[in-house]
Every structure is written in structure tokens, then in C-alpha cells.
């Protein structure tokens, strides 16, 4: 098996599926990390963090 690699989940996804890729790599389930995003979204930061990263993640499909 291959190193991992982040992308943005597209069968996993409530907006843009940066939560469920995000779960997929750290091997969580994706209602945690989507909980702590909500957590961390709550400080304004979190917002930009999730935009950012939803802009600048690949998604499934065009990962190599």
C-alpha cells in the first residue's frame, strides 16, 4: 500500500467533503472531525481554515 495522501472526500461530504477526506486520512470516523471543525469554527479562524483548505485540497478523483 501507498503513503497516504489528503484529498477532499466525494462520497463522504456534507459541503465540500474536507471533513470526510480529512477523516479518511487520520482514520477517524468523519462526524468527529466534523464536530471539532464546528469546535474550531467557533473562533472565526476555523471558517477561514475550512475555506482555505477546501479551495487548495484536491479532490478523490484527481488524486494520482
Known amino acids: 500500500m501507498g503513503p497516504k495522501k489528503l484529498y477532499r472526500s466525494e462520497t463522504n461530504k456534507m459541503l ?28 472565526g479562524t476555523g471558517i477561514v481554515a475550512y475555506v482555505v483548505a477546501a479551495i487548495i485540497m484536491p479532490t478523490e478523483s484527481n488524486i494520482v
Do not use: S
Open 16 to 43: 465540500c467533503g474536507v471533513c470526510g477526506g480529512l477523516a479518511d486520512y487520520l482514520n477517524l470516523d468523519a462526524t468527529i472531525v466534523r464536530l471539532l471543525f464546528v469546535l474550531f469554527g467557533c473562533t
